[in-house]
């Protein structure tokens, strides 16, 4: 699938999911620089426990994610995907995570459109300092995407 | 139906043209083709009678109809991997999404100018010579010079 690497990661959703072991479930989350990937980074300097299955890739922005970022990543093997940014009106590019709600509001509809459930995609808001928000909603888009079956790939 | 002040410029400035009115009279038949569509909104900027529109609903099947290659054909590629069925209905677009969205062609407002053909950057709009004479049994006349954009 040719879908551009992110500008400042530099890697895309396939290459974040090459080490999933058969049969295991990934999660690509696509956190904001600014907040959601402080957060991640707190989280992981306080060793806080994640699930295996998130794999994180950095935006600048998270007005930056395309509905093709979401849904090449779900087509290249993630069961599920998620983007995390600041608050609602504490944007550091002022309106990108408002572009980025719709954009996945969006992507749900189209899921929904061809019959794979809307709960694979999801969007998320939290503050820098906020580490128990990312802990908890990595868990629980965890917990939400083992309930569901596998996608069908064709 | 009102025309815009650009549009009674545009109207004022051709010939045959008449301030004021619309459908056909500057000379082409727009005719639009979905699936080189890309939402851009160019030919919506572009038109002086408001006869192209944003809509607030988008249909699917229209990114499965997209060519290989395009950004709309590599999006609908991945749908097509993980879907479970044919692309159903239209939905209600969010509003700050603004290019996965139909484009509406009111025909009746049309005033043929072809502005919306030149701001196409994908060749998804195309102007036909509109037929010369009354409408029974006269065939499609070839466009006059200056009838094509």
């Given at each position: 699938m040719s879908v551009p690497a992110l500008a400042t990661s530099a890697v895309t959703a396939s290459e974040v999911m090459a080490?999933?072991?058969?049969?295991e479930r990934s999660i690509v989350a696509f956190l904001c620089r600014e907040c959601a990937y402080s957060a991640a980074d707190a989280a992981g300097n306080a060793r806080t426990p994640l699930p295996p299955t998130i794999r994180t890739i950095m935006v600048p922005?998270?007005?930056?994610?395309s509905p093709l970022h979401l849904l090449a990543a779900l087509a290249d093997g993630a069961d599920g995907v998620y983007v995390a940014g600041c608050l609602e009106g504490q944007c550091h590019h002022r309106v990108g995570n408002f572009h980025a709600l719709d954009r996945v509001a969006f992507v749900r509809r189209l899921l929904e459109s061809v019959g794979?459930?809307?709960?694979r995609a999801a969007m998320f808001t939290m503050s820098a300092a906020d580490t128990p928000r990312f802990v908890a909603t990595a868990r629980g888009m965890d917990a939400t995407i083992s309930r569901l079956p596998r996608l069908p790939r064709s | 139906m009102p025309l815009s002040a650009r549009g009674r410029q545009v109207a004022g400035e051709l010939r045959g043209g008449t301030s004021?009115?619309?459908?056909g009279v500057l000379g082409c038949e727009v005719v639009r083709h979905d699936e080189l569509?890309?939402?851009?909104g160019r030919c919506v900027s572009a038109c002086p009678t408001g006869a192209m529109r944003q809509d607030d609903w988008f249909d699917p099947a229209q990114l499965f109809a997209a060519p290989a290659g395009t950004g709309r054909g590599v999006l609908a590629a991945a749908l097509r991997r993980i879907a479970r069925h044919e692309p159903t209905g239209p939905f209600r677009v969010p509003d700050?999404?603004?290019?996965f969205r139909g484009i509406l062609f009111n025909a009746d407002l049309?005033?043929?100018?072809g502005a919306c053909v030149r701001a196409c950057p994908t060749g998804a709009v195309e102007a036909c010579p509109v037929p010369v004479g009354?409408?029974?049994?006269v065939p499609r006349a070839t466009a006059s010079a200056g009838a094509r954009p």
């Open positions: 080490d999933a072991a058969d049969g922005c998270t007005g930056r994610v794979v459930e809307p709960e | 004021g009115v619309s459908a569509c890309v939402g851009c700050r999404v603004r290019t049309c005033a043929g100018c009354d409408a029974e049994g």
